[in-house]
């Protein structure tokens, strides 16, 4: 399984809402900037993550987005299901004669996944070029 940009950039997207608190919304333009990702991407992204309860967004002249729950209560897997799909090793329908071992693949990635949430992933950011480098 290969995570694509949209995991990657969703979850550098909530763990920078997540670090700048609650307290008033942040644009996309901001988080773009710090990130040094591209806002027209963040927009894409934005809206599967709002659709799924992670953020809510506030209009207005200072409007933006704020994280629509608790840091700790968001799981890293339901973020990467959302922006992903569902995890996948190989191709279902192929018959190798390994199914076990992908299928205990998939569940050691699933329990991982299942295992971390939003506040880990704040407390584990170290900083690299992009600001984000995680060991989980």
Known sequence: MK???KGRYGLMLLVDLAQQGSDSPISLKSIA???KLSEHYLE???APLRNAGFVRSIRGAYGGYVLAKNPQDIV???IILT???PITIVDE???DGLHALWARLRKAITDV???VTLQDLVEMRI???HGFMFYI
């Open 3 to 5: 995570i694509s940009t």
């Open 33 to 35: 900037e710090r990130q």
């Open 44 to 46: 894409q992204l934005i």
């Open 76 to 78: 890293v897997k339901d």
């Open 83 to 85: 922006l992903e799909g």
């Open 93 to 95: 329908d192929f018959d």
């Open 113 to 115: 996944l299942e295992d």
């Open 127 to 129: 900083g690299d070029e």
